[in-house]
């Protein structure tokens, strides 16, 4: 930007980084912040105004990697390994997990969105032994929605209620 002499360059929003739909993104030089500091009129828009980028993008993508540790140390705890082989080369937006042997996404899936959670499926050939677990944007952004709480709550809740049925049809069998 500096050496072009550019001082606002401004994109397309994506869910990833939580802004509103319709929003766009925005990078200002120092000097354009300098001049939006010094403006005499205030802005009268909400999301016009520079002032309302709270968290900074440093600030989300923090929170982002914090909250991708936290699913991923759930899931270990869980005994579910992840999708990506290499750690390094897991997302910080999304975390995919093998289930257990003998559960399927189709036992999972609808336990979690009964509690009010929507996870995705697999996809390909291996689509129905693991999930999708978003955790991205606002859900990242605003701990005070409780959403990552109730992700990592539902996910307990689900596999454990998803295991005991598997178990309860395997006992009527016997």
Not at 56 to 69: A, P
Not at 105 to 123: I, Y
């Amino acid at each position: 930007m500096d050496a072009w002499g550019i001082d606002v360059v401004i994109t397309a929003s994506q869910k990833g980084l939580g802004a509103p739909p319709g929003l766009s993104i925005l990078i200002a030089s120092q000097r354009a912040i300098k001049t939006f500091q010094t403006r005499k009129t205030p802005v009268t828009s909400y999301f016009a105004s520079w002032k309302n980028t709270e968290p900074s993008l440093e600030e989300r993508f923090r929170l982002h990697k914090q909250v991708s540790q936290r699913i991923k140390a759930l899931a270990d705890q869980l005994g579910l390994a992840q999708v990506p082989q290499d750690s390094t080369h897991a997302a910080n937006g999304m975390t995919a997990l093998y289930l257990p042997e003998g559960i399927v996404a189709s036992d999972v899936l609808p336990r979690m969105a009964a509690k009010g959670v929507t996870v995705a499926g697999g996809l390909g050939d291996i689509k129905d032994k693991y999930i999708r677990i978003g955790h991205m944007g606002t859900s990242v952004v605003d701990a005070s929605r409780g959403d990552i709480d109730t992700i990592a709550n539902s996910l307990v809740a689900s596999l454990n209620e998803a295991k005991e049925a598997k178990k309860a049809v395997v006992e009527e069998t016997s």
